[in-house]
């Protein structure tokens, strides 16, 4: 069976169109912890190491939101209708 998916077939979907699928309604939560944060959000001040943070990103992985609770990750993505997923 070789089904496509808007005209393409799986077999050519790349990484980042797969990515792109989700791009808008689904979001992934992640821990940080607070001396890896400045790898994604570049524009957060510098933190006291050893602090866990969680942070909302898009499902290519762009950042969304940064916060120190997961309710406050999770109330962000529920106000902008957007499924989460964890990554482990």
Do not use: C
């Not at 990103?57 to 989460?84: F, Y």
């Amino acid at each position: 069976m070789n089904e496509t998916i808007n005209g393409t077939s799986p077999d050519t979907i790349s990484p980042q169109m797969l990515a792109d699928l989700g791009s808008g309604y689904v979001a992934y939560v992640r821990t940080f912890l607070s001396e890896e944060v400045n790898a994604l959000f570049p524009q957060a001040p510098a933190m006291a190491p050893g602090q866990k943070l969680w942070a909302l990103l898009s499902a290519n992985g762009t950042p969304i939101l940064l916060a120190d609770t997961p309710q406050a990750v999770l109330a962000n993505a529920a106000e902008h209708n957007l499924l989460t997923v964890s990554v482990h």
